[in-house]
């Protein structure tokens, strides 16, 4: 990293289990990702279910992490979280400083979205919808917006987790809706974050649409 880098804004990637986080991180982070994956083992396996997800043999226990630099000043640090629901409570720590966060969902098992989008709300943290391409059934955006229960307002794009072009497609789509709440806010009410200046500053930065 650049010495002259000062800023790190920072962007969490959450959703249910099994739905692409660290493969996200991994095919947009400029870095060799940080993971925390470790193997299911059979105690596992009776916890979380793998009916739904077959071939799975890994799981995140803590959190991933990638990085990309917007600027000369201002990078941004990636974070995946852990999807299963036992795991929620590294999830506070995580949010803590978050810009915002892309909820990526497996169209074929919606519900498992829910818990993750009940946590971003609870904590006011703004967040975009990315649809993983599992290669399911056809889905019609306006049958996920209806699923999720999700506010006019908030994008929801389809993605492929392991292509770096669509990785980056949302997380500039995230960036657009972030600059857009920021320019919004009432004049004297602070951003969701302490980096919220630095933030709008590095959204005009072409760094990001390379």
Not at 35 to 64: C, P, Q, W
Not at 82 to 103: C, I, M, Y
Not at 194 to 210: D, I, K, M, Q, W
Request: glycine share 10%; aromatic share 8%; charged share 20%.
């Amino acid at each position: 990293m650049g010495a002259t880098a000062d800023n790190g804004l920072k962007v969490v990637i959450v959703g249910g289990f099994g739905v692409g986080k660290t493969t996200l991180v991994r095919s947009v982070s400029e870095i060799r990702p940080l993971s925390t994956e470790e193997t299911i083992s059979r105690a596992g396996e009776a916890v979380d279910g793998l009916s739904e997800v077959r071939g799975k043999t890994a799981t995140t226990v803590a959190f991933d992490f990638g990085r990309i630099t917007l600027d000369a000043r201002n990078v941004l640090y990636l974070f995946g979280a852990p999807g299963q629901e036992r795991f929620g409570f590294l999830w506070d720590r995580l949010f803590s400083g978050t810009l915002g966060a892309v909820v990526l969902v497996d169209t074929r098992r919606i519900g498992d979205s829910w818990y993750a989008i009940d946590r971003l709300e609870h904590h006011g943290t703004p967040f975009i919808v990315a649809c993983n391409d599992f290669g399911g059934p056809a889905h019609t955006p306006h049958r996920v917006r209806e699923a999720l229960d999700l506010d006019p307002g908030i994008p929801l794009l389809d993605c492929d987790a392991r292509s770096r072009e669509s990785g980056k497609r949302v997380l500039i789509t995230l960036v657009e809706h972030l600059q857009t709440l920021y320019a919004v806010q009432p004049a004297g009410v602070p951003t969701p974050t302490s980096t919220g200046v630095a933030a709008e500053n590095a959204f005009r930065s072409p760094e990001l649409a390379r």
